[in-house]
Nanobody, 125 residues
Framework: QVQLVESGGGSVQTGGSLRLSCVASTDNSYMEYDMAWFRQVLGKEREGVAAAVRDGSTMYADSVRGRFTISRESGKNIVFLQMNDLKLEDSGMYYC??????????????????WGQGTQVAVSS
């Protein structure tokens, strides 16, 4: 069982920055989970934004590569998403997801079992 709680969303102007955090609480703290961020805008499909698998590797959507950075605390199921140079199209509800083994398909939301409730990001001019 994994409980995910996201935080850090808010309103920001274009070009600004936000730092999202996700804490995964488990009853098996010795296990490390692959974790990722997804976002969704009303009327559009869920988009994989960034992923941090437990071996330390990361993956990014083309739309955010170079602007967003995913990181995690070593040995813990805590993940961050540093979002810089935010654009209007970055607005949306951001969700944290986790599962034990995702690997190369870490930006595919169908690979994740556990999801948080989301934190809203609103970017304006």
């Amino acid at each position: 069982q994994v409980q995910l709680v996201e935080s850090g969303g808010g309103s920001v102007q274009t070009g600004g920055s936000l730092r999202l955090s996700c804490v995964a609480s488990t009853d098996n703290s010795y296990m490390e989970y692959d974790m990722a961020w997804f976002r969704q805008v009303l009327g559009k499909e869920r988009e994989g934004v960034a992923a941090a698998v437990r071996d330390g590797s990361t993956m990014y959507a083309d739309s955010v590569r170079g602007r967003f950075t995913i990181s995690r605390e070593s040995g813990k199921n805590i993940v961050f998403l540093q979002m810089n140079d935010l654009k209007l199209e970055d607005s949306g509800m951001y969700y944290c997801a986790a599962d034990l083994w995702v690997g190369q398909e870490s930006l595919n939301g169908n690979m994740y079992k556990y999801w948080g409730q989301g934190t809203q990001v609103a970017v304006s001019s």
